[in-house]
């Protein structure tokens, strides 16, 4: 759904809404509508050890302009943090400051990104484990500081070092337009599992794209979220299994026609299901979506066995069912990676969302369990948490409820479905899989009932 309050203070009402206080969104830069004279500015790279110079080689290594030190008058793509080497809070003082100082200088839509230790009190001393902990605290704050469509985010390195090829793919992502809407998020690198890839085939599509000669399934694809995440998974090179329910098949087949994909209808709770999937991909999953997802909204003390058993089945137990068949059957391909839909709901919690947020609750539970067992495949399980998304299901909302929610974010604006897709699809990503059991949030940092 279109935000006309979006338009119109960056059109007619600009002055107005600066004059009034009110607030001023900004388009966001996402992936084919970044413009050069952005992409082209530098990248200032702090940090005095080691680590920060290896990091600032690699973006020279694939094209970026790179600073160690702001200069005056100079826009900024970028301004990354790197930290990994302090020991104490008193450590943090020269680094932060200087980011802070070159704050000004960040371009619209610009990008600070932190990287650093991830925290880890029983195995850390006490000052290492406040420091690191202080970095999360810091960067989210800055996040919430952050003007014109500019983010910030971290890397944290959990027994990976910052050669790990999913540091680059996660550079990549956080600072390309593809992370729109993603702010006061980390992202956790466990392992130097996965394959290293340079920033142009990071951003290159169809067959040179990251996806490229990749089958990907993705349940209940037939609208909304579902089919951003079926087009952009197509985009980058995947080949896609779309499957909806029957009364969907329509939406479904345009879908996948226009992708030049597969529609599979069926009923994700049925117990052949998993069985059905895997006959219509003809061979092993490489990437599994599980999209689909329904709500039965009601308050607790009205809740029905029906609303509450409903949800339960379609949005966590389908995939347990699914994920344990394939498995079972040697279905998955090695490296095969899943990726799932959470919801903030699941963290935070959403009156008279009981039902909804136990299933997306269940599901960043079973992400983090079966980790291990990915891993021992060569690939990974990951979730994606969005916020509030403009979907056909947010455009019910009555209006005041729907502006108000559109502006609690740091970013002032909902997100839109191709956010979700694109996180889907860096998180699907071979460079990707020393990311594994995380849950990102996609919700330009608004927690819902939080």
């Known amino acids: ?40 500015r530098p990248v200032l ?16 290594e694939n094209g970026l302009e790179v600073r160690r030190n702001a200069q005056s008058g100079e826009k900024l793509r970028a301004i990354i943090a790197v930290l990994d080497d302090a020991k104490s809070p008193a450590d943090l003082s020269p680094i932060v400051l200087e980011a802070g100082a070159a704050l000004r200088s960040l371009a619209p839509c ?25 970095i ?99 985009r980058d090179g995947a080949y896609v299994i779309g499957v909806d329910m029957p009364q969907a098949g329509q939406a479904l087949a345009q879908v996948t026609n226009e992708i030049g994909g597969k529609s599979v209808q069926l009923d ?18 490489d990437i ?24 339960i089945a379609v949005n966590i137990a389908a995939q347990t069912m699914i994920n344990a068949h394939l498995a079972e059957k040697g279905l998955f391909a090695d490296g095969a990676q899943v990726v799932s839909l959470a919801s903030t709901s699941g963290i935070a919690g959403n009156r008279g969302q009981t039902n909804y947020a136990t299933s997306k609750a ?8 079966s980790a291990e067992e990915f891993a021992g495949r060569h690939g990974s399980i990951n979730a994606v948490a969005p916020g509030f998304i403009e979907t056909d299901m947010t455009a019910k909302m009555p209006t ?18 191709v956010d979700v897709a694109e996180a889907i699809g860096f998180l699907a990503s071979s460079g990707a899989r020393g990311i594994n059991g995380e849950t990102l949030r996609v919700c330009g940092q608004n927690m819902v009932g939080a």
């Open 268 to 285: 994700i709770t049925a117990a052949d299901a998993a069985e059905k999937i895997a006959e219509a991909v003809g061979g092993p999953v």
């Open 136 to 234: 999360t605290g810091f960067t989210r704050s800055v996040a919430h500081e952050m003007r014109a469509g500019a983010t910030a985010n971290g890397i944290l390195l959990d027994g990976a070092d910052l050669t790990a090829p999913s540091v680059a793919a996660a550079l990549w992502f956080l600072l390309s337009g593809k992370s729109a809407y993603v702010s006061g998020q980390f992202l956790t690198v466990s392992s130097d599992a996965g394959e290293r890839l340079g920033l142009d085939a990071f951003m290159s599509t169809g067959a040179n794209g990251p996806l490229a000669g990749r089958r990907a399934v993705v349940t209940g694809a037939a609208r909304g979220i579902g089919a951003a995440i079926a087009r952009n998974l197509a």
């Open 110 to 134: 610009g990008r600070v990104i932190t990287v650093s230790t991830a925290p880890d009190a029983k195995n850390q001393t006490p000052e290492l484990a406040a420091a690191v902990q202080g």
């Open 400 to 417: 005041l409820t729907r502006q108000v929610a559109r502006r609690l974010s740091s970013l002032q604006q909902g997100g839109q479905p």
């Open 45 to 60: 790279v702090l940090g005095s050890g080691p680590g920060a110079q290896n990091l600032a080689d690699l973006l020279l």
């Open 362 to 369: 269940g599901v960043i539970g079973l992400t983090a369990a």
């Open 288 to 311: 599994l979506v599980h999209n689909a997802g329904i709500t039965r909204d009601k308050m607790l003390a009205n809740m029905d066995a029906g609303r509450w058993d409903s949800v």
């Open 1 to 40: 759904m279109k935000d006309t309050y979006l338009s119109l203070v960056n059109g007619p009402l600009k002055q107005v809404a600066k004059t009034l206080g009110l607030p001023q969104p900004v388009e966001l830069n996402r992936f084919g509508s970044t413009p050069a004279s952005y992409t082209n």
